[in-house]
Structure formats: structure tokens, C-alpha cells
């Protein structure tokens, strides 16, 4: 662990992930796969992650608006801050399905669980250009749920449980701050970041208060703070995926292994 790393200048800290990121993504593009949707979406999963990632990146800056004719310099922090909390929910969520499970078979239980959430959640838009493929989906759905009615995963769930899962698509019974703390977060950091990530994406009053009162300096102070856990899931997120793709493991020279496993260490130990 080199603790140098921790305290590099954001923007290079910024850089040195996003080259992490694109090369661990373009290296897999296009590259025949060996379990159809399961490996498929291992991949999607980063690529939405990257998105959020270097939509941070543009806006941590800040932005320059024409207020009355003047130019004006403006903190982005608020959305800076929703965007951190949709990576931390991308990267569990991976963990959660593809590096928690104990077994093959709850992998596919989780990843098909996952995918019919998704399709139920579509069930419910008014989408009059996709009602075809809407009831496509449809049928999909009951193909997946009869399939996954035999798992010993489905079969491991309460009644209540079971009809929630039946009725609403429902599959895990963990906290989003228990799902962090499970892919590699301190306790006390996964408590503090989600809770703290929350308040901006609910737009509560604190949040509010906070973006109002706080004049530019104020609120890149508190931007920078929060990056960190950025920082950590990022590296996170690289460990685990190299993990699985030991080809992408290999595209790391010496100082990235240790600068991702640096970075993965902090959000063990920090806030212990």
C-alpha cells in the first residue's frame, strides 16, 4: 500500500482511472463470449459505470453560465454528488451478483433475477412505440420466472418473500448500504457516504441548504472530499473485474496493481 497514492492531484488521479477503464472495456470488445448474457452484461455493467465516471470528471471543474448578461462561475458539485451515489449502486450491484455469490448456480439466480427486475419494471412504462415488444417481453418474463421457481435460491425464501419476488420482481433483501459494505466498503464509510449521497439525489432540505449556502471555494471543498469514495469504488471495481478477467490483469503494469489496490485498501480501513 502506498498511501502517495491517496493524496495525487485529482485530475491526474482522474486520468490515470479513465485510461484504467477504457483499456480494462476495449480490450474485451468484440471478443466471442463463453455464457451469452451472464458474461455480456459484466461488461455492460462497467461501461455504464465509465459513463457516470467521466460525466464527473467534465463536471468536477465546475461550470461557467451567462447570469444578466455576466459570466458566472458555478459549482457542480450537486449533481457531482447524485452521479457518485449511481456508481456506488452500479459497482455493488456488480459485486453483489457476480463476485458474492458462493456458486455458479447463484450467480444465475442472481443475474437472472436482476435482468427480470428490469423487464418487470418495463412492464410498467406507457410506451405506445414498444407495446410489441413489451408483450415479447412479456412472455419472456414468464419463461425466466417459471425457470427460476425451481431454484434453490427461490426456494430459500420466506412466503412473503417469494410473493414479493412472484408479484414485484423483488430478489434481494439487503440495504443499499449493507450491499456496500459486502463489495468492500468500511462499515462506517458505507453508512456515511449513502446516507450522505441520499440526501442530494432526494433533494431533502440539507441538501438544499447545503449547495445555497456554500460559495464556490466551500463547495469544491466538499466535492473533493467525496470523490474519495469515487476513488475507491473505482478501484474496487478494477480489482474485481481483473479478478474475473485475468486477461485484463495483465494489462496492468506493477504501479497500477498497486495504486488500485491502494485505493482498495482506503475504503476497507477508512472511517473503521
Not at 488521479?13 to 480494462?24: A, G
Not at 407495446?131 to 412466503?159: A, G, Y
Not at 410473493?163 to 450491499?179: I, N, Q, T, V
Request: aromatic letters at 16%; one cysteine or more.
Amino acid at each position: 500500500m502506498n498511501l502517495q497514492y491517496l493524496s495525487l492531484d485529482k485530475e491526474f488521479l482522474f486520468n490515470w482511472y479513465e485510461d484504467l477503464i477504457t483499456k480494462s472495456i476495449s480490450h474485451l470488445e468484440g471478443k466471442k463470449l463463453t455464457n451469452g448474457k451472464i458474461e455480456y452484461y459484466k461488461q455492460e455493467f462497467l461501461k455504464q459505470y465509465y459513463t457516470h465516471f467521466a460525466s464527473i470528471k467534465v463536471l468536477y471543474p465546475g461550470l461557467k453560465v451567462i447570469y444578466k448578461g455576466k459570466e458566472n462561475e458555478i459549482s457542480a458539485s450537486a449533481s457531482i454528488l447524485v452521479l457518485i451515489r449511481a456508481c456506488l449502486e452500479n459497482y455493488s450491484m456488480f459485486y453483489y451478483i457476480y463476485r458474492n455469490a458462493n456458486s455458479s448456480e447463484e450467480i444465475y439466480f442472481r443475474f437472472w433475477s436482476w435482468f427480470r427486475e428490469g423487464l418487470i419494471s418495463r412492464q410498467r412504462f406507457v410506451l405506445p412505440h414498444m407495446t410489441n415488444e413489451q408483450k415479447s417481453e412479456k412472455s419472456h418474463i414468464d419463461e425466466i420466472t417459471k425457470e427460476l421457481k425451481q431454484c434453490s435460491e427461490f426456494l430459500s425464501f420466506s412466503q412473503k418473500q417469494q410473493k414479493r419476488f412472484l408479484e414485484e420482481g423483488k430478489w434481494y433483501f439487503l440495504g443499499k448500504r449493507r450491499l456496500l459494505e459486502l463489495s468492500g466498503f468500511s462499515e462506517a464509510l458505507a453508512l456515511n457516504c449513502y446516507n450522505y449521497f441520499s440526501s442530494y439525489t432526494h433533494s431533502t432540505s440539507s441538501s438544499i441548504l447545503q449547495t445555497s449556502q456554500a460559495d464556490f471555494n466551500d463547495s469544491k471543498e466538499i466535492t473533493d472530499s467525496m470523490t474519495e469514495a469515487l476513488f475507491i469504488a473505482t478501484g474496487l471495481y478494477l480489482h474485481n473485474y481483473s479478478s474475473i478477467f485475468q486477461e485484463i490483469n495483465e494489462l496492468y503494469n506493477d504501479k497500477d496493481k498497486e495504486f488500485v489496490f491502494t485505493w482498495c485498501e482506503c475504503g476497507r480501513k477508512l472511517m473503521k
